[in-house]
């Protein structure tokens, strides 16, 4: 039997775009576009259409597995298995402390809603330190955003003059909303102008009207190159700089010095072309900017991430159709959570009502707890209504900001205890997590728990790495396959599919119209699995660390109403702040038993909305949510419950933007005087990342038509390039005397594999590149390199510890077949 038309997304990259499928004996056997997703609207490129390949995955894990001594693994029950996890981890956080449990991941490119209830077990042991795949790409980004303006960005390319990619190829990697489509009327419109930076003639950059081919790992010469430009041919915007932002003058005056005539020869493009590209930025009526893995994993990542932002800043280029803007958020993944502030602070009746409101819900929380529990739901109803109506405005926003930073930790920052390394929002440079369990330290990580993640195959060095699994004394893997880093870890839980569960992406990154998707089960968990709430949730229940008269009294509230909850629910948290970190585990255990049969995991959800409209309720309203205060909330909740193709949350007016800015003046501040420092330091720095013994740049991880991080493990999907060719040019290949299917070894400082080669025009002599994502064991054999046995997690930025994946020193020996 085939099941109609049923709504879901993509879960290969972060558009996310809408699908819709039809099911056949637990198979995805039809997949189109969704023409309803209010954002793809239909768009889908080609690598869903056989999504079915993770779904149906022979090999998919359908029991929790436990590590014998000899490595091999024995199946256990999941009484078992979640028993002796839970008594293990209390162990490690009595003995050594709960700050040495270290949780990792939580999702990748669709699935975050796992890792949001998995917060809630991060404090349930104490921990401190946590990370995932952002901390190896966009931490430096994220620090230097959060400098200038406190928030993320994101470009309007629909609407854009001028559209700059920096080291993003976004033909095969997408990111923008319909993204072919866009970069196509981009190319094709003789006003609008495309802008790229690669070293290589990306799919992209045989689009652009100016492709400025550096050299690999020369950014730094040439986006300052493209900055002084604008200064020193005065194409600045001078009004807006005066009006919007502090500290320009410092800006400026680095930048008067630069000499860009030799910075362009340090990068290997003609100054003029540099040049051109800078007038045509100040030219236009809007830019916009993108940059993403060419420069964020390779050198001066945290510099270059402060100079493209700049070319946008000093042309003005902010909180205009076509320009940046900072955006709205469900819930911030790595960002602040931000209430847009009045204009002139609360007024005062309203502050002597907060005041009166927090005190009453600290003092109440309790006696109010009791009352929803014993007394007659027509009488507890009726208060509840009351007090909501008295009280929200003024005690909903302080509670939800206490559970947002909580949960989303955008101020932990700090440095790691045994290496000292920079802490960005609460995640720990992926570079520097070996490190703090390799050694005799004793603040040393002892227990990782790791969720929808393969480090021990995607972080560089992955033998160091998985040296450091065996190290730890308790080590839990939550996986729908027996990944590389399974294969390290004492316990295996098998999760279901993101097709089985209730699933969403929090990668709301858009602006002015930012849209949420909740994807519905398509069908029941394969036999033996389970989502990742439910075994969170039975986790934490184990340790014992939520009072269960609290659970039980706050349940009795949602079967008043949910009015009753909510104000249960905020005077909880006003009254013992510590449960904020616990919020995902009592929403799901309370409002989660009342909701409809098999939406659990939506009590969470129905958290994020009404944080969502409590921080942004003007651009909800724009949406058209138009009930007020706890009400609007709840209306967004019941969007996100029943749309199935999605939700437009938030629309903003493309002034907004500077209501989202995090400094209280509201001004962008443009002098980061470490980076000011670096970018002196540079001019004294001629690149060159080669030597004799390693004379080619690899350029470790390109994203290709068919790959899709590792995702999905069965190398079938792929019905091109099935083995990942190294890619090279025509001259290198003559100079070696290989062609196209020629195996050959490749070999780094860390180490060698061997791989089928591919000569192609689109790469300049000197450079090489692998794609991402293969190198995976499967059905007893690896398919492609394992990118991250040729990488080191020592070559790396100096502030945030970014791997330089895309300059990796190497060479290539020829082999006899
Ligand atoms: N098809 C596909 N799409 C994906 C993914 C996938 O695995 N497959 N992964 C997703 C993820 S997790 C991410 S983070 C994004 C990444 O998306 P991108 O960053 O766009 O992808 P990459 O191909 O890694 O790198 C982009 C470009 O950087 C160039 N580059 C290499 N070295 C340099 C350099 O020194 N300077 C400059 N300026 N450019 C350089 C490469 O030639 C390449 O064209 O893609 C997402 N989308
Ligand atoms: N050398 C080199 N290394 C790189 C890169 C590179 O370009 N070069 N790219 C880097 C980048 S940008 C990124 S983002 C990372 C990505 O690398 P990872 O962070 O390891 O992320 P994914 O590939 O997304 O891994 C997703 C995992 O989730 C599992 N999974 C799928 N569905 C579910 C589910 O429902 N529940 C659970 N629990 N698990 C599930 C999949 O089996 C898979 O193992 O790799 C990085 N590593
Ligand atoms: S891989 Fe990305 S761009 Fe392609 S359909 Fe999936 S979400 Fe959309
Ligand atoms: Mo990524």
């Given at each position: ?84 996890i839970?008594?293990r981890l209390a162990a490690v956080r009595?003995t050594y402390g709960g700050d040495k449990f270290f949780y990792y991941g939580g ?8 890792g949001?209830?998995g917060r809630a077990l991060f404090h349930a042991v104490g921990g401190e330190y946590m990370s995932n795949a952002l901390a190896q ?272 930790r955008?101020?932990s920052?700090g440095t790691t205890p045994v290496t000292?390394t920079?802490i960005v929002?609460g995640l720990v440079p992926c570079n520097a997590i070996a490190d703090e369990i390799l050694t005799?330290h004793p603040d040393r990580l002892r227990a990782m728990w790791i969720d929808a993640s393969n480090p021990a195959?995607s972080l560089?060095?992955?033998?160091r790495f998985r040296e450091a699994m065996r190290k730890l004394d308790l080590s839990v893997v939550v ?6 880093t399974?294969?390290c870890a004492d316990y ?44 969170y949730?039975?986790v ?41 970190g ?211 997690n ?7 510890a ?16």
């Amino acid at each position: 039997m085939t099941s109609d038309w049923a709504r879901t997304a993509c879960i290969l990259c972060e558009s996310n775009c809408g699908l819709e499928v039809q099911v056949a004996d637990r198979q995805l056997v039809k997949i189109r576009g969704d023409k309803d997703h209010p954002a793809s609207a239909g768009y889908t490129c080609e690598k869903p259409l056989r999504l079915d390949k993770y779904q149906s995955d022979p090999h998919r894990l359908d029991t929790p597995l436990r590590r014998r001594p000899d490595g091999s693994y024995e199946e256990i029950s999941w009484d078992t298995a979640l028993d002796e996890i839970a008594a293990r981890l209390a162990a490690v956080r009595d003995t050594y402390g709960g700050d040495k449990f270290f949780y990792y991941g939580g999702g990748g490119q669709g699935n975050h809603l796992g890792g949001a209830y998995g917060r809630a077990l991060f404090h349930a042991v104490g921990g401190e330190y946590m990370s995932n795949a952002l901390a190896q790409e966009k931490i430096g980004e994220g620090w230097v955003d959060r400098q200038l303006y406190g928030n993320h960005t994101s470009g309007d390319f629909e609407k854009t003059e001028v559209a700059v990619f920096i080291g993003k190829n976004p033909w095969q990697s997408h990111g923008l909303v319909r993204t072919r489509p866009v970069l196509k009327e981009l190319a094709r419109d003789p006003n609008r102008a495309l802008i790229v930076i690669d070293p290589r003639v990306s799919e992209t950059a045989a689009l652009a009207d100016i492709h400025l081919q550096t050299k690999p790992g020369t950014d730094a010469w040439c986006v300052s190159a493209l900055a002084a430009t604008l200064v020193q041919e005065d194409l600045t915007a001078k009004a807006w700089l005066a009006e919007h932002t502090v500290g320009i003058d410092e800006v400026l005056d680095a930048l008067r010095g630069i000499d860009i005539a030799d910075y362009a020869r340090r990068c290997g493009v003609p100054a003029d072309l540099i040049r051109t590209a800078a007038r045509r930025i100040a030219a236009a009526d809007s830019a916009a900017t993108y940059e993403d893995l060419g420069i964020q994993q390779a050198p001066n990542s945290t510099l270059v991430s402060y100079l493209n932002k700049m070319l946008w800043i000093l042309t003005g280029n902010f909180a205009k159709p076509g320009g940046m803007h900072i955006h709205s958020w469900v819930f911030p993944i790595a960002g602040r959570w931000h209430p847009v502030p009045r204009a002139d602070g609360p007024p005062r009746a309203l502050r002597v009502r907060r005041a009166i409101g927090r005190t009453a819900m600290r003092r109440g929380a309790r006696p109010l707890r009791r009352t929803f529990a014993k007394a007659p739901r027509a009488v507890t109803g009726l208060i509840a209504e009351a007090a909501l109506q008295a009280f929200f405005e003024a005690v909903a926003v302080p509670s939800a900001r206490r559970v947002a930073d909580k949960l989303g930790r955008p101020d932990s920052n700090g440095t790691t205890p045994v290496t000292g390394t920079n802490i960005v929002a609460g995640l720990v440079p992926c570079n520097a997590i070996a490190d703090e369990i390799l050694t005799d330290h004793p603040d040393r990580l002892r227990a990782m728990w790791i969720d929808a993640s393969n480090p021990a195959h995607s972080l560089a060095d992955s033998e160091r790495f998985r040296e450091a699994m065996r190290k730890l004394d308790l080590s839990v893997v939550v996986e729908v396959g027996m990944t590389e880093t399974a294969r390290c870890a004492d316990y295996v839980l098998p999760a279901a599919s993101q097709f089985e569960k209730y699933e969403a992406s929090l990668f709301t990154l858009h602006f002015p119209h930012n849209t949420f998707q909740v994807r519905a089960p398509l069908m029941d968990p394969l036999p033996g699995t389970r989502p990742e709430p439910e075994i969170y949730a039975d986790v934490i229940d184990r340790l014992g660390v939520v009072d269960r008269t609290l659970i039980a009294d706050l349940t009795a509230a949602a079967r008043v109403s949910r009015k009753a909850f909510g104000l249960a629910f905020f005077a909880a948290i006003e009254n013992d702040p510590e449960l904020a970190g616990l919020v995902p585990y009592i929403l799901y255990r309370t409002l989660g038993e009342t909701l409809p049969l098999g939406e659990k995991p939506m009590a969470l959800i129905w958290g994020m909305a009404h944080l969502c409209a409590i921080a942004q309720p003007d651009a909800v309203a724009k949406a058209g949510f138009t009930a007020r205060g706890f009400d609007l909330g709840e209306q967004l909740f019941e969007a996100f419950r029943t749309e199935r193709s999605g939700v437009l949350f938030a629309d903003d007016e493309y002034d907004d933007a500077w209501n989202y800015l995090q400094h209280p003046d509201r001004k962008i501040h443009a002098a980061i005087p470490v980076l000011l420092a670096e970018l002196a330091a540079i001019n004294d720095i001629e690149p060159n990342y080669t030597s004799a013994e390693f004379p080619f740049i690899l350029s470790a991880g390109e994203r290709r038509s068919f790959t899709a991080n590792v995702i999905i493990r069965n190398p079938d999907w792929r019905r091109r390039d099935q083995q990942g060719a190294l890619r090279l040019c025509p001259a290198d290949a003559t100079a070696l005397g290989i062609a196209t299917g020629d195996v050959v070894r490749i070999v780094t400082e860390t180490g060698s594999a061997r791989t089928a080669v591919e000569v192609n025009e689109i790469m300049q002599p000197g450079h090489i590149s692998l794609p991402n994502g293969m190198g995976l064991a499967y059905d007893g054999s690896t398919v492609g390199v394992p990118l991250n046995t040729l990488t080191s997690n020592t070559r790396r930025d100096k502030f945030f510890a970014s791997p330089w994946h895309k300059t990796v020193p190497a060479r290539i020996e020829r082999v006899e077949s």
